[in-house]
């Protein structure tokens, strides 16, 4: 506990460490590594420079060779043997789609990866940077990660799920990306379903063939995914995030006018919440369409591939309660509470490492765009964030 002069000089040593966050080293930081693609499951040169950032900040740095060339990488600075410790964690894969070389015009920097998510990377390593080079007496340790299989489809979280099963992990979770002006205590879990429809024989003229076709179990199966839309629209909604969801992204049968397929194809998203696991809901999904393919005479397989599942987060926790304190003293206004809209690695930590974990991101909008850029003014403001949200967390030592 500080006496009134006491915080008032804590205060004043903030507002100095505030200060001492530089946005040329942000920029020299992003440059470097968007300099280096990462696409998903090809990070380890990427994760090498960010392993060398942090030992040269004087942290010990291990890397994880669970998917050699995509290892995962922890940093760790303990102020103090015992205490919490926060982890800080971010992604380094890109998504695998051409870009320009990375360049830095009129404060914006551009390039694949800037946004989603060397920059905010970059802003949290010189977050880190300040305290660290400030001494600042933390009641516990810093656990700086990135890994790289994060981008579906070519990954799905598993290089931060082998971490996390090597009991790699801190007492609370910040991930530098998703949502900047409110805090997300939710999100709904994700998972890609597919239907392959089959019949037997070869694919012939309508005349010489009376049974059912994939043609008609598809759109029979589309149209019950629909009465399950409607239903799961009109069920019960879940504080933040609304209702669950099935959506249907493409169907594909069929090549002439007056030829039978033999095979068609359906594809699309199930978001369902976080009390609702993923395996129940694959077996919701294949007890209503199964029944209604095989009477159309064809078979069905049933692919269900989980994104990440649902999670929730109490606003009573200290990690939710440092971040909304930090972003009320940087934006000047209290921050709402709201829902991740999309689906993102706070979930692991929440499901695997049982742990809380929050999304605090700099500016998502150009994520996966066709040109990808983030603004420095943005940066800076996540990196003054990071800080105070650091600060908040493991308090100053008495
Ligand atoms: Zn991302």
């Not at 830095?104 to 800037?114: E, F, K, P, Q």
């Not at 994520?367 to 493991?394: C, F, G, P, Q, S």
Request: charged share 25%; proline share 7%.
């Amino acid at each position: 506990v500080f006496s009134d002069q006491g915080r008032y000089i804590v205060q004043t040593k903030v507002a100095e460490l505030l200060d001492t966050i530089d946005p040329d080293r942000i920029v020299r930081l992003a440059m470097d590594w968007l300099s280096v693609p990462s696409p998903t499951g090809h990070t380890r040169q990427a994760s090498e420079l960010f392993a060398q950032y942090y030992r040269d900040l004087g942290f010990v740095v291990e890397t994880y060779p669970d998917y050699p060339d995509a290892p995962g990488v922890a940093a760790r600075w303990a102020a103090r043997a015992e205490g919490p410790t926060l982890q800080l964690d971010g992604h380094i894969d890109h998504i695998p789609v051409g870009h320009p070389p990375p360049t830095m015009i009129d404060g914006v920097i551009h390039g694949r990866g800037a946004c989603d998510m060397k920059g905010p990377l970059a802003a949290l390593a010189e977050a880190v940077r300040v305290i660290v080079q400030a001494k600042v007496p933390l009641r516990g340790g810093l656990l700086c990660t990135t890994h790289g299989m994060h981008e579906a489809p070519h990954g799905w979280g598993e290089a931060l799920s082998a971490m996390v099963r090597r009991g790699v992990h801190g007492n609370a979770a910040l991930v530098a990306e998703g949502p900047s002006d409110y805090i997300a205590l939710a999100g709904r879990g994700s998972a890609i379903y597919d239907l392959h429809i089959t019949r037997q024989g070869q694919v012939e003229h309508e005349l010489h063939c009376n049974h059912e076709t994939p043609a008609w179990a598809a759109i029979r199966a589309g149209a019950e995914i629909e009465r399950m839309r409607a239903e799961l629209a009109a069920g019960p909604a879940r504080p933040y995030v609304g209702p669950e969801s099935i959506f249907i992204g493409q169907v594909h049968v069929g090549d002439f006018y007056n030829r039978v397929p033999t095979e068609a194809y359906v594809q699309g998203t199930r978001r369902f919440f976080s009390n609702h696991p993923s395996a129940d809901v694959r077996r919701e999904l294949e007890a209503r369409l199964r029944p209604i393919v095989e009477a159309a005479g064809c078979r069905l397989k049933l692919d269900f591939q989980l994104v990440r599942e649902g999670y929730e987060v109490s606003p009573d926790e200290r990690l939710i309660q440092s971040l909304r304190r930090a972003m009320t003293a940087v934006d000047g206004r209290e921050p709402p509470y709201g829902a991740m809209s999309a689906v993102g690695d706070v979930s692991i930590f929440v499901n695997e490492a049982k742990i809380p974990a929050v999304y605090a991101g700099a500016d998502l909008s150009t994520a996966h765009a066709d040109r990808e850029y983030i603004r420095l003014d943005k940066l800076v403001r996540a990196a003054r964030v990071y800080l105070l949200t650091i600060v908040n967390y493991l308090g100053a030592a008495e």
